[in-house]
Nanobody, 128 residues
Framework: QVQLEESGGGLVQAGGSLRLSCAAF????????MGWFRQAPGKEREFVAA??????YYADAVKGRFTISGDNAENPVYLQMNSLKTEDTAVYYC???????????????????????WGQGTQVTVSS
């Protein structure tokens, strides 16, 4: 059974930093597109960042503050979050594509429909 598991969430003051990790179980995601999404209470799930073999993509709201990176098959993606704001408060989800794709562009990799595997989420709370 394939599973993604996020960790690293927590409570932090505005201006602080957190690093989220996503661990994979049951298959390797090495080289596959991986994404981070978030969902705040009462809001729809929204794109945060994505990484492929050749590119990274960011939502405008986090550009310059968040950095997505890949490591290895066991921990395929990280999200370094700096200069956190109260509006970053949400549950953060890691996601992975089912079959590797190439050069589909930002619209494709920022869509939740692109990703087949999802973690359970980790809560990030930013206090003022």
């Amino acid at each position: 059974q394939v599973q993604l598991e996020e960790s690293g969430g927590g409570l932090v003051q505005a201006g602080g930093s957190l690093r989220l990790s996503c661990a994979a179980f049951g298959r390797s995601f090495s080289g596959d597109a991986m994404g981070w999404f978030r969902q705040a209470p009462g809001k729809e799930r929204e794109f945060v960042a994505a990484i492929t073999l050749s590119s990274t993509y960011y939502a405008d709201a986090v550009k310059g503050r968040f950095t997505i990176s890949g490591d290895n098959a066991e921990n395929p993606v990280y999200l370094q979050m700096n200069s956190l704001k109260t509006e970053d408060t949400a549950v953060y989800y890691c996601a992975g594509e089912k079959s590797r794709t190439y050069n589909r562009g930002p619209s494709y990799y920022s869509s939740p429909a692109t990703y087949y595997y999802w973690g359970q989420g980790t809560q990030v709370t930013v206090s003022s």
